[in-house]
């Protein structure tokens, strides 16, 4: 099962084979890791007694690209805490002010995170195969119907033909009638989800192309024609995925979005007779 990578794990295995001046920034990160986030590189040098140059190499000798990629990695580690089947982010005895900052804060770094490793060829292929197609099927189960709902939702809008579906056996005949040119747009987060990828590989048995934004390397990633990749932020076998569905929604943004800025004027003159249906079903504000 993938899971996102601890930094601090990371630190602790990697610190006997460090330089002497890079396990001084170890063991500072170790001892004070929220500390360590409000520094920039000049100031954890100092605090470390060490160069800005043996700081980036530090960051490099445990797996991060530089000294940026190591600070979003620490504040998505920093951002995970752990109650049991509630939440990974927030301790049991927390206050109500403090669990809303942790999941807040664990959100932010998950967005921030999941951005820097955004794959751009695999979105525009995915952005021009769901721009093209002339039905789209977006499906989920569980916690991803939400999302196949806000993805029709927002296809919908810029004149999309597209359909959300949660249910298995629905999904089937709707998979159907797809054609030659349709699409199937599948959600999961972990990607192991049994219905969701018998209908991947029904509708590539059939011809019909995949664009998944599931795990990367997982069963539905291998099923799909085109992956948007997101590595899950909690441990679903655990935790409930809440940072995780923010990602997946905002990636339903920047797909619809691409969508509509392809699609160009058509789409835009359609939304805009969509926002007139809409605000005029609208009761007037009064005062």
Do not use: W
Not at 135 to 153: E, K, M, N, T
Not at 155 to 179: E, K, T, V, Y
Not at 256 to 284: F, M, Q, W, Y
């Amino acid at each position: 099962m993938p899971h996102p990578i601890n930094i601090l794990e990371d630190i602790r295995r990697l610190r006997p084979d460090l330089k002497r001046s890079e396990a001084q920034v170890a063991d500072l990160v170790l001892q004070n890791p929220r500390g360590v986030l409000e520094q920039n590189v000049t100031a954890l040098a100092h605090s470390a007694a060490v160069s800005e140059a043996t700081v980036v190499r530090f960051c490099r000798s445990v797996g991060c690209a530089g000294f940026p990629d190591f600070k979003l990695r620490l504040a998505e580690c920093q951002a995970r805490g752990g109650t049991p089947y509630v939440s990974q982010d927030v301790a049991p005895d927390d206050s109500v002010g403090t669990l809303a900052r942790k999941i807040f804060s664990s959100s932010a770094a998950a967005l921030t995170a999941a951005a820097a490793g955004l794959d751009e060829v695999a979105l525009n292929d995915a952005i021009a195969r769901l721009a093209d197609a002339s039905r789209i099927l977006c499906v989920g189960i569980g916690a991803s119907g939400a999302l196949a709902q806000d993805a029709a939702h927002k296809l919908l809008r810029f004149g999309a033909n597209a359909q959300p579906c949660s249910d298995p056996i629905l999904a089937r005949m709707l998979l159907l009638n797809l054609g030659a040119d349709g699409l199937l747009l599948a959600l999961s987060n972990t990607g192991r989800s049994g219905a969701v990828n018998d209908l991947a590989a029904a509708a590539r048995a059939q011809g019909v192309p995949v664009v998944a934004i599931t795990a990367p390397e997982s069963p539905l990633s291998r099923l799909a024609s085109v992956t948007i990749a997101s590595l899950p932020v909690e441990d679903t076998e655990m935790y409930t995925p809440m940072a995780s569905r923010l990602v997946h929604l905002t990636l339903i943004d920047v797909l619809s979005t691409g969508v509509a800025l392809r699609l160009g004027d058509p789409a835009r003159e359609h939304l805009a007779k969509v926002k007139a249906t809409i605000n005029a079903s609208r009761t007037p504000p009064t005062g």
